[in-house]
Structures are given as structure tokens and as C-alpha cells.
């Protein structure tokens, strides 16, 4: 039985879309991240006009500026996690495409070299190959994707 094996990380590093896929994610990030900071300023500073009047205020204003306080915090929380959700589901549908594509490179160069099965060597989970029996594809691949 022969078999090939390779890291499937370092393929799918390898694939010329991959930078601009991490590219574009990146920049997502960066606007999220930019829009995140300007809401906790926005919030910081509504907060610290709250202290420095609160003393002054009367009870139902108090307590509306308050209010105000605590919805702004439970968008922001919620402004969070929706964002972690997008950049989620943005990496998933960027590497969708180049994940794709390496699959049907390892199940042609599997099946040109009379494979039974391509092993990914990123797990550890095989501490030993042995080399009589199984072949590094690791280069082929990353000529193939090219």
C-alpha cells in the first residue's frame, strides 16, 4: 500500500489566493477593531460627563443617563460578539474557494500516483512515516496550486 503525506496548513499557505484572502481579512479586521474603539470612546466619554454630574443631577436624570449608560454597554457587548460572528464567517467563506481547490489537487495527484490515502502530518498525530512506504508530497502539491 503507498500512500503521500503532507502539512495541509503549509499547502494552503502556499496557494497564491492565500495572502489576499488573509489580506482581506485583515483589513476587515482593522475596521471592525477601528469601529469598536470609536464606540468604547464614545462610551468612556459619556461615562465621565455621568460622573462629573451625577452629584448635580436630579434622581429621574440620574437615572435616565444611567439607563442611557447601561443600554450603550449591552450594544457594545453585543457589537463584540456580532463582529467575532462576521470575521468568523468571513474567513470561512475566504478559505472556502482555496480549500476546495487543494482538495481536488490531493485527489488528482492521489489518484496520478496510485495513492490509497494522503495523510495530514499537521495533527502529530503520526510520529513516525515510514519513507518505503509513504511519500513527502508536500513540494508536488505546492507545485500544483501554483
Not at 495513492?115 to 511519500?135: H, R
Request: glycine share 4%.
Amino acid at each position: 500500500m503507498k500512500f503521500g503525506f503532507l502539512s495541509y496548513e503549509a499547502a494552503l499557505q502556499s496557494m497564491p489566493d492565500y495572502t489576499l484572502a488573509q489580506k482581506n481579512l485583515a483589513d476587515l479586521k482593522a475596521q471592525y477593531q477601528t469601529e469598536a474603539k470609536r464606540v468604547e470612546d464614545e462610551f468612556n466619554r459619556k461615562y465621565e460627563e455621568f460622573l462629573e454630574g451625577q452629584r448635580e443631577f436630579p434622581k429621574t436624570i440620574l437615572q435616565k443617563r444611567q439607563s442611557e449608560l447601561q443600554e450603550l454597554m449591552q450594544k457594545n457587548i453585543a457589537f463584540k460578539q456580532q463582529s467575532l460572528d462576521e470575521l468568523a464567517k468571513a474567513e470561512q467563506e475566504a478559505m472556502a474557494p482555496l480549500r476546495i481547490k487543494l482538495i481536488e489537487a490531493l485527489g488528482k495527484i492521489g489518484s496520478e500516483r496510485g495513492y490509497a490515502f494522503i495523510v495530514d502530518t499537521d495533527q502529530k498525530a503520526l510520529p513516525f512515516i515510514n519513507p518505503a512506504m509513504g511519500e513527502d508530497i508536500n513540494q508536488t502539491v505546492q507545485d500544483a496550486l501554483k
